[in-house]
């Protein structure tokens, strides 16, 4: 096929979709200059029906660490469906389930023993409310302000940022949210004795890429032991070594009551999640013959979700992945800060491994916070976006600022990720960022796309 030919097939799979799923996306990647036809995508690069390459440095956040289409998981994949085993018979023992679950828990480890298997992360959120309920008798879940856990109910429940609850509710009643870090708030609300469970994401990914003290997780576990409620951690986007150990808990030396990963667990190729819990917990819920299916969901534990999880594990463990994500973040991070360095609207540069977060802030000098305040104006995602803009249009990189901080670019590339293509992104974020300190381009350009954005 010729590349004219793909670029109209192009064109129309995005009118059909705007027709028959969401215009609205559509328009939004249509206006940052994002929307391209990706036709093959391997390790950390995509290649467009167009001829460009873009290095993925968001990695469909923290799903690719292995990279794109690892050909070890795809071959697993292969495998799995050419050997027609048992797939959703659903009244039968999932031998890879089993399989799977014992290398989860060895690798967690502490009192992680049973694992409830899900095909998303929202859905181990979802479930890990229920267990925690269960053992403990209470309906509250507390969470952290600006946290994100996924927008079914009951993980919306546990979000304080009103952007993705609004017009949802009502939603859990008896939740409430601390702010991160904050030990005595925590300890104010766990004394009332109310909550089945904290839940907690090790570092707040879409917060920011905000890294806890040393000490919080472990005095927060501390405290929710001596209140009687379940320290439960998030670790959809943190584990499956993406800050550098299996899970960031190990980090933090931390045991948590339940673990809830998803995202990475399968090579980005199918939907997979799953709840790490203790056996004291798991036996509150599955605790007698008519109670063994008291819980379940029709995709979890299916047979390419689990061989592809276990192909991914492998791949990450030959691989080590877990110390190139330590290697690559701790020279990327150093290399960012060095070169971003003396630039007023860059706030910090932090993270752990390969999840790592810059954060700017308001300008200082005159002649930019006027510009600057016009769009922020217009919406407080403007600045955030343009620097992805040009990353993305000008420079072939892929990346997204956080859900619920849009002063910080996500840095987070597939763990696979070259030296050569670090340096690059190095170089390219930061004339993207120099040029956000001279008044002229970077700043027409935004206000053009402002206008553009929300014209009726
Ligand atoms: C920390 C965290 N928890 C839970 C979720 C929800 O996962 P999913 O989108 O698979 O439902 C997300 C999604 O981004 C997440 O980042």
Redesign the pocket.
Known sequence: MNTASQIEQGTHASERYAQRVNPEWVRLLDLLQMNVHYERCQGAELFTEDGRRILDFLSG?CVHNVGHNHPSVVRALQNELERCGPAMVQTHVASLAGELAEKLCERAGGGLAKVFFAS????G?EAAIKFARAHTGRAGILSAEHA????TCG?LSLMSDKFWSEGFGPLLKDTAAVPFGDLEALERELKQKKFAAFMV?PIQ??AGVCVPDPEYLRKAEFLCRRYGTLFVL?E??TGMYRTGPFLSAHRFGVEPAMV?M??AMSGGLVPC?AVLMSDAVYNSVYSSLPRAFVHTSTFSENSLAMRAALATLEVLESESLGERSIEAGNYLRARLVDALSGLEMVKEVRGEGLLIGIEFQAPRKLRLRLPYQGFAAVHPAMFGQIIVMRLFRDYGFLTQICGNNFMVLKVAPPLVVADAHLDAFVDAVREVVELAHSPGAFWSEALGLARRAFRP
Do not use: R, T
């Open positions: 956040y998303s992360g929202s859905e959120v994100f856990h996924g927008l993980a994401e990914s879409e998030d959809v986007q809830i998803a995202k999640g």
